[in-house]
Structure formats: C-alpha cells, structure tokens
C-alpha cells in the first residue's frame, strides 16, 4: 500500500522559516519524481517544486522561487521543502505528490495526507 506521510507545518512569522518533510513507503521510493503542491484557504490546488527520482534535477514556481529548496534522501525515502523567508500568502496546507503535477490532480498519482502551514504576524 503506497503511502506519503507528510509532516512539519506549524505557524511561522513573515520571513521565518520551516522544513517540511514527507516519507514514503509501499513503493520505489527511488524510481519517482515526487511534487510539493499546496492549497491555500479557499483557492484551488498550486503546483510547488518537483524533484526528479535521484535528485539531480528541481523545478520551481515562480512564487516560490528563491525561498524554497526541494531535496530528498532515497536512503531515508524522505522529500523535504526547506522554506525561507516566508510571506503570508504562503499559508496553505501542503501535500507531497507523485505524478505529472505540474497541473495538479487528486486523481492523479498518490498523495499525502497534508500539513498545514500558516504564516501570520
């Protein structure tokens, strides 16, 4: 049975940081691309970062470019999103993803249970 456990939100302040985390098991953890997509309080789904399966390669949106960092440890079969600098419109409840997307889908792939992040003053 796949499963993608996320984990590390909690309430930061504008500009303060978190780490988030996602651990994976009942699959190659290592044969995957892997996504961090969020949704932010009453708005639809936002494609994040995507790191390819050895970790060679990362993409970013572009609200988020420069502030995050996507990585990941096969060993560990753990994905991260390091996030600096973080700006209220952050806030969101943040999933990590398999699957192409880049226009996300809940249909599509297999996806964590979310942790929520809230950024406020």
């Known amino acids: 049975q796949v499963q993608l456990v996320e984990s590390g939100g909690g309430l930061a302040q504008p500009g303060g940081s978190l780490r988030l985390s996602c651990t994976g098991s009942?699959?190659?953890?290592?044969?995957?691309?892997i996504n961090w997509v969020r949704q932010a309080p009453g708005k639809g789904l936002e494609w994040v970062s995507e790191?390819?399966?050895?970790?060679?390669?990362?993409w970013y949106a572009d609200s988020v470019k420069g502030r995050f960092t996507i990585s990941r440890d096969n060993v560990k079969k753990t994905l991260y999103l390091q996030m600096n600098d973080l700006k209220l419109e952050d806030t969101a409840v943040y999933y990590c993803?398999?699957?192409?997307?880049?226009?996300?889908?809940?249909?599509?792939?297999?996806w964590g249970q979310g942790t929520q992040v809230t950024v406020s003053s």
């Open positions: 790191i390819n399966n050895i970790g060679a390669s990362t």
């Open positions: 009942g699959f190659t953890f290592a044969g995957y691309s």
């Open positions: 993803a398999t699957g192409g997307q880049r226009a996300p889908r809940r249909d599509v792939g297999h």
